[in-house]
Structures are given as structure tokens and as C-alpha cells.
């Protein structure tokens, strides 16, 4: 079955970086678009970023666009999301997830994603 994994999470302070990643099993990881999102606490899951099935194309939020940059290593089967810069606002459980359909392009909207991971937590303190 399909299983994701986030791992890298933690305690940052404001303007440091973390690289989260995401290990992918039970599917062929390079046909399929790959996202990441965060929810923080009292709020709705949003979008992060995202890349398409070759990694080719990528697509960011206003607030990840320039200190975020979303990434795959196809032969390894894991997704990352290198942070920097990081904010109080960046708070967050992170998840990845998995496109429904394959071969897509980079997807921000959440019902465009089948399979979700646990999340990661990323804490920024000042």
C-alpha cells in the first residue's frame, strides 16, 4: 500500500533552516506529482509547494515562494522541502502527499492529492 513519511521536523529559531523529507514506498514514485502542505494550530490545511512527476516543474504559495524550495530524488523515492529563512508564521505540521492521477502537473489544490503522509512538526521560536 501507499505510505508516506515526513521526517526532519523540529525546534528552529526565527531565520534558520530546515530540510524536511518525505520517503515514498508501495508506489512508482516518479508517475506521480508530489505536494507539500501545513496546518497550523487552529487553522486549515495550506498549500506549500509542489513539483510534478519529473521534478521538472515546480509551484510554490505566496508565503514558501523564495525561502522554500520543493525537490525529488526519484531513484530514492523521497520528497524534500528545504526551508529557510524561517519565520514564526512558518509554525506548522507539514505534510507531503501523493497526486491522484499520475504524470500531473504540480498541483496546489488539496482534493488533487490522494494519499497523505503523518506530518512533521516545524516549531519557530524568536
Known amino acids: 500500500q501507499v505510505q508516506l513519511v515526513e521526517s526532519g521536523g523540529g525546534l528552529v529559531q526565527t531565520g534558520r533552516s530546515l530540510k524536511l523529507s518525505c520517503a515514498a514506498s508501495?508506489?512508482?514514485?516518479?508517475?506521480?506529482?508530489m505536494g507539500w502542505f501545513r496546518q497550523a494550530p487552529g487553522k486549515e490545511r495550506d498549500f506549500v509547494a509542489a513539483i510534478d512527476w519529473s521534478g521538472g516543474r515546480t509551484y510554490y504559495s505566496d508565503a514558501s515562494k523564495g525561502r522554500f524550495t520543493i525537490s525529488r530524488d526519484n531513484a530514492k523515492k523521497t520528497l524534500y522541502l528545504q526551508m529557510n529563512n524561517l519565520e514564526l508564521e512558518d509554525t506548522a505540521v507539514y505534510y507531503c502527499?501523493?497526486?491522484?492521477?499520475?504524470?500531473?502537473?504540480?498541483?496546489?489544490?488539496?482534493?488533487?492529492?490522494?494519499?497523505w503522509g503523518q506530518g512533521t512538526q516545524v516549531t519557530v521560536s524568536s
Open positions: 508501495g508506489y512508482v514514485f516518479f508517475n506521480f506529482a
Open positions: 502527499a501523493r497526486s491522484s492521477a499520475p504524470f500531473s502537473s504540480a498541483l496546489g489544490a488539496m482534493d488533487r492529492y490522494a494519499y
